[in-house]
């Protein structure tokens, strides 16, 4: 057998050990952490961990606009994926919770300009989203990466829910992964100083 049928046969076994499911509430204090570490320039991890566990994703679980997905190996959560399914569900979570943000943002205030960009981004993407499922989030633990765990995932569940879906991302290595996955560019996106690439899977 050829080495590099070998070594796809390896990658296949490795990953049959990966299970993929829906988040429950006791997921979330570990999602927050693979969150907040591996989105670290992100805003949403800047308000922390409390915010994440308590406040965000609790009402992202509630919401029937999005789903949040994990991978587990042996009980242990590797990394997670939520699925915006109307492209909207973000958003609307984002700004229920004002009241929070604001609370917070105030206790830091000098930590968050250098997100004025983004939080200006997030009332123009509000009027720009929408309509087509949306990858917002996803992260792999870091020591896991590279291993073919988030092409897995993000496979699996495009394939589960069998609808078109875009992605946007500032980031160049994640561009990157989206293309090898069969994502095609169709544009950017401009939100205040940050610009978007946007990718689509038919
Ligand atoms: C991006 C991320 C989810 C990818 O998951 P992963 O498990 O590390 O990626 P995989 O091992 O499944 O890679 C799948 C394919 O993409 C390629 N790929 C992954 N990262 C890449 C990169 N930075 N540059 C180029 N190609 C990359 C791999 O080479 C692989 O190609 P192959 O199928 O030909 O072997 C993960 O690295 C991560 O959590 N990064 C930090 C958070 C982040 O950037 N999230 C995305 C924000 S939109």
Known sequence: MAVAQFGKLVKAEFL??????????SDLPIIADIHINELKGDLLPFFGKVFLCEY???????????????VSHDGEISGFMVMDITGRGVQKVTSCLYKELITLGLMNIFGLIKFIPQIISMFISSRQSGEIMEIAFIAIKYNLQGQGIGKYMVNHVIELLSLPCVVKTSKNSAKHFYEKLGFIPIGKEYRGLRCLNVLRHY
């Open 16 to 25: 049959m050990n990966f299970n993929i499911k829906q988040a429950q509430y």
């Open 56 to 70: 965000f994703y609790p009402l992202l679980l509630k919401s029937n606009e999005c789903d949040i997905y994990v």
